[in-house]
């Protein structure tokens, strides 16, 4: 069954620090997500990607964060300069749209805990 | 006010039994859907159940259900049968304003509700 993956599973940095945490969506879905979640607190959006572009961000997405589909299978979540707020699991999510009575759901990868320290 | 409240931080139940995780939602939109997600100590996020706005009978997958009661803007889980590999945290989750565009509208998730199931 196709999935959703992210690579790497760890990630631990300095503040200060760039990260690039990637991931590769089920192949036939034209929506690409970001989330995160700070341990023990719910998750929260980050932004959605569509057609390569951004169509929503929240406000945590501010312009220390940035998104890129760097070919036709990767999709990737920047941060240019970690805070140590920014440790949390960020997961990547993808969905097929609402194309001939589909439902949209988006199916998760298995997440990115990233530490900064 | 919260779009998703889930009001169960944690929940037991004895294996074999039923359990209801409970979910309520405020939206103002006609047309939204409705999701749960379990997370098991692992950490993955897996995709149970969905439930449209205006689905008139209610969802099921298999042990999963999801009581539906529109006029009260609930959308509660029910977990038949319970296993000991249900542990894990639950969370319900709502896309709005999905008419609006083709898709892709963000997910609001609620707190969770931790469920330990017990011999």
């Known amino acids: 069954e196709p999935e959703v993956t992210q690579t790497p599973s760890h990630q631990v940095t300095q503040m200060g620090q760039e990260v690039i945490l990637r991931c590769v969506p089920i192949?036939?879905?034209?929506?690409f997500y970001w989330y995160r979640q700070i341990l023990g607190q719910k998750v929260e959006f980050l932004v959605s990607?569509?057609?390569?572009?951004?169509?929503?961000k929240s406000e945590i997405f501010d312009d220390q964060f940035s998104v890129e589909r760097p070919d036709g299978s990767n999709f990737t979540l920047k941060i240019r300069s970690t805070k140590l707020e920014d440790s949390a699991m960020y997961f990547c999510?993808?969905?097929?749209?609402?194309?001939?009575?589909?439902?949209?759901?988006?199916?998760f990868g298995p997440g990115t805990r990233l530490t900064v320290l | 006010a919260q779009k998703i409240t889930q009001t169960q931080p944690g929940m037991f139940v004895q294996e074999k039994e039923a359990v209801t995780l409970d979910c309520t939602y405020d939206?103002?939109?006609?047309?939204?859907?409705l999701f749960w997600y379990k997370q098991p100590s692992s950490g993955e996020m897996i995709f149970l159940i969905y439930?449209?706005?205006?689905?008139?009978q209610n969802a099921t997958e298999g042990r999963y259900s999801l009581n539906f009661q529109k006029a009260r803007k609930s959308a509660n889980l029910v977990i038949s049968a319970s296993q000991l590999g249900d542990s894990a945290m639950y969370f319900c989750a709502m896309r709005e304003g999905q008419w609006l565009t083709g898709g892709g509208n963000k997910l609001t998730f609620g707190t969770g509700t931790q469920l330990k199931v017990e011999l």
């Open positions: 939206t103002s939109d006609q047309s939204y859907g």
């Open positions: 192949s036939n879905h034209l929506y």
């Open positions: 999510a993808s969905s097929e749209g609402l194309l001939a009575g589909e439902t949209d759901t988006q199916y």
């Open positions: 439930q449209g706005s205006y689905d008139e």
């Open positions: 990607f569509y057609n390569n572009e951004i169509s929503e």
